[in-house]
């Protein structure tokens, strides 16, 4: 993300019945943080929130003023925006635009593995999208057995890696 005072809240992928439903690919805890946000931008125009739910994955947002498939459809492949000071998430906590770019360390390997391009969201779990030196991406779960956290500070995510991920391994 270039402007750290906006938050990019999802993209509109697709609308979701005929009553102005959209569907919405998530970049944030959606559901969790839109409690505290109460109106979300579309380019220079904000649209109030009347509703969210989680659907598959993806959220189902209603906006005020979008209430027919067409005013819905018109939106596709917009992304929901708002102003960063919009929420507070507390004290050692971060949007995942927040920590793009930061190196990624393997403790398995003891090595920089790469740079965090970006997290993307699946029904099973958030995947951290690592872009090599070479310009080869590594998708690891940010579950458990994976995610070793994340130190603002130091700007670098740790993982612990299993054989076969790296490509080191694979040599």
């Known amino acids: 993300m270039e402007n750290n005072n906006v938050i990019e809240w999802g993209e509109i992928v697709n609308t979701h019945g005929v ?8 970049f944030v805890e959606f559901k969790k943080l839109s409690k505290q946000v109460k109106s979300l931008d579309i ?3 904000s649209y109030n929130i009347t509703a969210v739910r ?7 947002l209603t906006l ?6 067409d005013k ?14 919009a929420v507070d998430l507390g ?12 190196e990624v360390y393997d403790e398995r390997t003891e090595q920089v593995i790469g740079v965090l391009d970006r997290i993307e969201s699946y029904p099973g779990s958030d995947v951290y ?12 779960p940010m579950v458990e057995a994976f995610d070793r956290g994340v130190d603002l ?3 670098c995510v740790y993982v612990e890696t299993i054989e076969g991920m790296v490509e080191e391994d694979e040599d």
Request: aromatic residues 8%; without cysteine; negative net charge.
């Open 54 to 60: 989680e659907h598959k994955g993806m959220i189902l």
């Open 64 to 69: 005020e003023g979008i209430d027919t498939m």
């Open 91 to 102: 004290e050692g906590h971060y949007f995942y635009s927040d920590i793009y770019g930061f």
């Open 153 to 155: 500070e130091e700007e």
């Open 72 to 85: 819905a459809e018109a939106l596709r492949g917009k992304v929901l925006t708002t102003a960063r000071d």
């Open 129 to 140: 999208v690592i872009r090599t030196e070479g310009g080869k991406e590594i998708l690891i």
């Open 43 to 45: 380019g220079k125009k």
């Open 19 to 26: 009553r102005g439903e959209l569907k919405v690919m998530p």
